[in-house]
């Protein structure tokens, strides 16, 4: 919904995810749970029902060995920048655009549970809490104060660690400053990845890592055709990998899900 | 035992006779709450939805007995504000199953989310943006018309008439009915309209995604239009079913037939925009999203099959009937048409709340397949106890059928 809200701000953030570089190892999700407060149910093998809010894909491009290809496409939030489409179908407004940063998030204290905009995300990027988190004994201890657990019958997704940011932005302010460095703020995943596959930042600032990244001529992103403007930007020198990222009419559907 | 209750001047069964069928019926109905009780305590994890599937069977049913429900405003419409006199035998039965269909829709609908104690948020936080809101308030509101409706229905029970308050709040009831049917009728346009634009303003979801018109996309209207169609020959189609049951004529035919040849009209309408929308949808909607239409269907579960099923079976063949004089006239081929009619707007909504989801979006993905659980099916199966006990209550306590005396006179 940001043609509603727009306004004038420095920051909108993004990140890019360069597939080339991806291994698949997971790290990015490992973090993002643990970041995140996520609990891990003893029986996570119906995957319908496993919250991952960063979800690696694993995609082939269907060719019989030994041309056979690999890729991983991890998968955050996409934080849609035009009319995002779980914003505008809340019902409770429980889910926010802000304006000021671009970031996407759930108030999980006002959602009802309606699963509305699960149905509207074609990303599959929101997930819905069937059970109660349950942590193994003392393990709460652990969990990150920053980050409120969510309970039974909400909705959740991935936030771009917006904690991180409230952090990063009271430090700035502590030292006088009011705005953010490039890398100052950076999600749990892109911290995590041990190849560097995940870049993160202000896509406002033309000296940040993320603006440049984009501009690059293998970047693109999922379901372009949609229209629903992600701030998520994946890079590929692979044609085939840059062609799994949207439907395209008469093409041979190759790439598998992991 | 419960005589002086039963209205003056018509047969009813006995007492033992009807207590054994209520209790059958509130058997049901007790499996389908202690169901609900659980699903409230463990929560929405004994359903078999998922993050791909986020509505389910219980949407379906929401959204397929609320068209079913539309009988009663539209049977309003037509018999308060377009003053069609012969409707005016059924139209006390048509706001009971508006009535029975609405409040299933709401107590499901409270089943439905995951924090049922949070279902206020929806008037106290509404996203006026959101089609879902307008469901919510208009929901609510003509239910509230609905009940407005059938008090007054209740408060002419012989024995509750009796009372002189009851007996004047009953008259001034009846004077503003005229009144409370266009309001209901204003609400119920939105809201089988709103239904429909929750799938079509999905603009991620090729699927169900339509333009439209202003802030409306086209299902919002094939919605409405669906639900004025098939509502009234729900309400033909349990009536059928109602006479049959107590041996006995209890609407004049010609309100039937009178009813049977509006809904036939409308069908014959709606399916030609259906057919209209569909290809649209196939020819323009869907190419922009790089997808084409045969890879909207899937399988058996589904299939192209689904589509000639709700177009062809469920929608041409009913309207040709209802059309067709000799055919409605005769009452085999009326239950027919109105029987394939309601199964066909029941489909229609199934598809657009779970083939929607099914439909995998990213090329990379493949199609899933939901089937509900058993306290799915169980709940939404409660909806047809409910009604089976409310319309007992009512054909047995209440008057009704305002033309049973005469269509029915004691034998000598």
């Not at chain 2, 020959?233 to 049951?245: E, G, R």
Request: glycine share 6%.
């Amino acid at each position: 919904m940001s043609e509603h809200h727009e306004v004038a701000s420095k920051e909108k953030y993004g990140m890019v995810i360069d597939l080339d570089k991806c291994t698949g190892c997971g790290a990015c999700t490992v973090s993002c749970l643990s970041e995140n407060n996520h609990y891990v149910r003893e029986d996570e093998s119906d995957k319908l029902r496993s919250v991952a809010w960063m979800k690696v894909y694993k995609v082939t491009n269907g060719e019989p060995f030994p041309n056979t290809k690999v890729a991983f496409i991890p998968r955050p939030c996409m934080h849609c920048d035009h009319h995002t489409p779980c914003v505008s179908v809340c019902p409770v407004m429980a889910t926010d655009y802000n304006p000021l940063t671009g970031i996407v998030s759930q108030i999980y204290t006002r959602c009802i549970g309606c699963r509305y905009c699960v149905g509207a995300c074609p990303y599959h990027a929101r997930y819905f809490n069937w059970w109660d988190p349950v942590w193994p004994e003392g393990m709460h201890k652990l969990l990150n104060p920053d980050m409120s657990p969510r309970m039974r019958g909400v909705v959740e997704k991935c936030s771009f660690c917006n904690h991180r940011l409230q952090k990063a932005k009271d430090k700035a302010y502590v030292e006088g400053r009011r705005d953010l460095k490039d890398g100052e703020y950076v999600t749990a995943c892109a911290e995590a990845c041990p190849t560097r596959a995940i870049t993160f930042g202000n896509m406002k600032d033309p000296e940040s890592a993320v603006a440049k990244l984009i501009k690059s001529p293998g970047a693109f992103r999922l379901l372009e055709k949609l229209g629903t403007q992600p701030k998520v930007y994946y890079l590929s020198n692979e044609s085939w990998i840059r062609e799994s990222g949207d439907n395209a009419l008469g093409r041979k559907k190759t790439a598998r899900p992991a | 035992m419960d005589r002086a209750w039963i209205p003056e001047g018509v047969q009813r069964c006995s007492a033992g006779a009807f207590y054994s069928w209520m209790a059958l019926w509130l058997f049901v109905l007790g499996a389908a709450v202690t169901t609900a009780l659980l699903i409230l305590w463990k929560g929405l994890n004994q359903t078999n939805m998922n993050d791909y599937f986020g509505f389910g069977a219980w949407i379906t049913a929401d959204l397929g007995v609320i068209a079913l429900g539309a009988g009663a405003f539209f049977s309003g419409f037509l018999t308060y504000v377009l003053r069609i006199k012969e409707l005016k035998a059924l139209i006390n039965f048509a706001v009971i199953i508006g009535f029975i269909c609405y409040s299933s829709a709401l107590l499901i609908l409270t089943l439905d989310i995951g924090q049922p104690l949070r279902g206020w948020f929806g008037y106290w936080f509404p996203n006026i943006h959101s089609m879902l809101t307008e469901v919510i308030f208009c929901i609510t509101l003509y239910f509230t018309v609905l009940t407005i409706e059938y008090v007054p229905l209740i408060l002419e029970n012989r024995k509750i008439y009796a009372n002189p308050v009851a007996h004047t709040l009953s008259h001034n009831f009846h004077e503003a009915m005229a009144i409370f049917a266009a309001i209901g009728t204003f609400l119920s346009f939105f809201h089988q309209g709103s239904l429909g634009g929750m799938y079509g303003v999905l603009y991620a979801r090729p699927f169900a995604f339509r333009e439209g018109f202003f802030v409306w996309p086209w299902t919002f209207f094939l919605f409405i239009f669906s639900a004025i169609s098939v509502g009234p020959t729900f309400t033909i189609l349990i009536t059928m079913i109602l006479q049959k049951v107590t041996k006995k004529r209890l609407v004049p035919r010609e309100s039937l037939s009178v009813l049977a040849k509006i809904a036939g009209c409308l069908l014959c309408g709606y399916v030609i925009v259906k057919i209209a929308d569909t290809y649209y949808w196939a020819t323009h909607i869907l190419p922009a999203r790089g997808l084409t239409f045969a890879e909207q269907y899937h399988g058996y579960q589904y299939g192209l099959w689904l589509l000639f099923a709700e177009i062809g079976l469920c929608g041409i063949i009913p309207a040709l009937i209802l059309i067709t004089r000799r055919l409605r006239e005769n009452d085999k081929w009326l239950v027919l048409a109105c029987a394939l009619a309601s199964i066909g707007v029941v489909l229609n909504r199934f598809i657009f709340t779970v083939q929607t989801l099914a439909m995998p979006v990213y090329p990379f993905d493949k199609w899933y397949i939901y089937f509900p659980s058993w306290q799915e099916w169980v709940t939404s199966m409660a909806v047809v106890a409910y009604g089976a006990v409310i319309i007992s209550l009512s054909y047995r306590y209440l008057p009704v059928f305002p033309y049973e005396r005469d269509l029915n006179p004691p034998a000598r």
